[in-house]
């Protein structure tokens, strides 16, 4: 019973993170319905959040977001060691531990979530547009591979049901 109430905080404080640090589950089921819109001839915005909320109740999905989020959080507040403290904080380009935090997520689904994630984040539409904006004073080098992670996993997800679903009904 212990063990369910840390599930349960675990997911409530990653999602409430989320959404302090500005991001709401439907800027994420948007960049899920961009990457798949072209595949989908029918696909609704409720598929694309259904999707989001899935991989959010991920445990493995929660502990990055934790991770990631604390970590920006404490750059932010300059509570880091040099040069942890100015790799972070400026989101050096050589410093790719962001994306190998990210590849947790992605890595739930499958490899298509890989590719997925590779094109929204050279893209950044939507949110990651907004999170990679240095001029805010925010840091959010983590972040923005999260949230782009989290929609190529629901991407993935939806992917793979929807073909599910075409095999069944061949």
């Not at 302090?20 to 598929?47: C, P, S, T």
Request: aromatic share 6%.
């Amino acid at each position: 019973m212990a063990n369910d109430k840390k599930v349960d905080l675990t997911e409530e404080t990653a999602r409430k993170w989320l959404k302090e640090r500005g991001v709401e589950i439907k800027d994420i089921a948007d960049l899920v319905f961009f990457l798949q819109e072209k595949y989908h001839k029918n696909l609704k915005m409720e598929d694309c959040i259904s999707n989001v909320e899935r991989v959010l109740s991920k445990r493995e999905v929660q502990n990055a977001i934790l991770t990631g989020i604390q970590l920006d959080m404490l750059a932010e507040k300059g509570l880091l060691e040099e040069p942890l403290q100015s790799i972070i904080g400026t989101d050096e380009s050589l410093y790719g531990v962001d994306e190998i935090l990210a590849f947790s997520i992605v890595n739930v689904y499958g490899s298509i979530g890989f590719t997925n994630y590779g094109y929204i984040d050279k893209l950044k539409p939507g949110i990651l547009a907004h999170l990679n904006d240095k001029s805010t004073g925010e840091c959010h080098t983590f972040l923005d591979d999260i949230v782009g992670a989290i929609a190529a996993a629901a991407s993935s997800r939806l992917a793979h049901r929807a073909a599910h679903e075409e095999e069944e009904n061949a």
